[in-house]
């Protein structure tokens, strides 16, 4: 018995959480999840798949305890034989409730490795769409439950596994600690300084890979189109890096707009810098959820999003949404944002009702798939 147990008389009590790896936004999702049983009597190990140990990583994870399985993505191909021996053993080694596993590749492992209860996060569309993973999740549907990050991602689901109970497919939004991702905002000028950007510009901001989903050559056809109308000296500043970087660039100059478009490319801490923005626009493709908008409106930034995937869910009643992949929509939204039309009031009030750490733990513990 641990000095802890003999202090409260009771056995410890743990979530297991078991990640894929840390690179992008994976990070602060663990440290999402590990935060739903602050001030619980549970404790929380985190356990990466991938990736390499890290003492930032540590730190990051919001956790009792983070270990690193250190695979390689060729190792965890096929059957991960491996993995599921060094989870079966973490298992064991403790007093675990359930785990949480994010992704398809963690789920596979957490149910082929031990005997408990699964929560399966997804974050993207089409995990289920393999008839192969539909059959396993039906052999282990008595101890699996699957959270969507939007109810896009969750209807998605549901529609791939039309036998389930709705109640066992839900939806739990991304989140941020609001207060920790404004406190490292830059204010606008220091933003605008370490970016390069002029003082007096009124900026369009958009952050993503320069990729088919991102649908940056709408947002620059859009802009293009605007252009005339909007304030003098106005540029749009794509952070990113992608394989479409020079397609992009030639589009800015087909239309004449190369003078006014900067590409910044990857921008470590991007999210520090959004208060150089006076409007952050997605237009993204069927957007799984959408984080860096979040990080906008934290900023108390406008936001213009296209109207699909879980991007609507995010800006639904605060930002604007509009049409996909329609430049003149967008250009006419930019065109309202510049006159002073987008409330970013209620964006902050959204923010705080269901996109924060506080929102999504009510949420997760109404669901009552776990008892605190």
Same mark, same amino acid.
């Given at each position: ?72 993505? =060729?190792? *965890?191909? !096929? ?6 021996? #060094? ?6 080694? @403790?007093? $675990? /409730? ?102 007096? =510009?009124? *900026?369009? !901001? ?6 088919? #989903? ?6 620059? @056809?859009? $802009? /293009? ?148």
């Amino acid at each position: 018995m641990t000095a802890s147990e003999q202090a409260h008389g009771e056995p410890e009590r743990w979530v297991l959480q078991f990640c894929h790896g840390y690179d992008g936004p994976f990070l602060d999702c663990a440290r999402q999840y590990a935060v739903l049983f602050k001030g619980t009597s549970y404790k929380v190990c985190t356990v990466y798949l991938t990736g390499k140990p890290s003492a930032e990583v540590e730190r990051g994870s919001a956790s009792d305890e983070v270990i690193f399985l250190d695979y390689s993505s =060729a190792q *965890v191909r !096929g059957l991960k034989l491996g993995a599921i021996r #060094d989870l079966r053993k973490i298992a064991a080694s @403790r007093d $675990f /409730a359930l785990c949480i596993a994010h992704r398809f590749k963690p789920i596979y492992v957490a149910l082929l490795g031990s005997s408990l209860p699964v929560i399966g996060v997804h974050h993207a569309f089409g995990d289920y769409k393999r008839r192969s993973r539909q059959l396993f999740a039906n052999l282990f549907r008595k101890r699996l439950a699957l959270l969507g990050v939007s109810n896009a991602v969750r209807d998605d689901m549901r529609a791939y596994l039309p036998d389930w109970p709705a109640e066992r497919i839900e939806t739990l939004y991304n989140r941020i600690d609001v207060e920790a991702v404004q406190a490292e905002q830059f204010p606008r000028e220091a933003a605008r300084e370490h970016l390069g950007l002029p003082p007096d =510009a009124w *900026v369009v !901001g958009n952050v993503g890979r320069l990729h088919p #989903d991102k649908d940056q050559a709408t947002l620059i @056809r859009g $802009f /293009a189109q605007a252009l005339p109308q909007l304030p003098a000296a106005s540029l749009l500043v794509i952070m990113g890096s992608g394989r479409l970087e020079s397609d992009l660039k030639a589009l800015a100059l087909e239309l004449g707009v190369s003078e006014s478009v900067r590409f910044l490319g990857q921008v470590p801490n991007g999210r520090r810098y959004f208060k150089a923005f006076d409007v952050f626009a997605l237009t993204s493709d069927h957007e799984p959820f959408g984080m860096v908008l979040l990080e906008a409106m934290a900023a108390e930034v406008p936001v213009i999003c296209s109207d699909c995937g879980g991007g609507r869910e995010v800006v639904d009643g605060s930002g604007l949404l509009v049409a996909f992949a329609q430049p003149s929509a967008l250009a006419t939204g930019l065109r309202d944002c510049a006159e002073g039309r987008i409330d970013t009031l209620s964006s902050a009030r959204r923010l705080s009702l269901y996109f924060s750490d506080h929102a999504a733990r009510e949420r997760f513990w109404a669901l009552g798939w776990l008892s605190q």
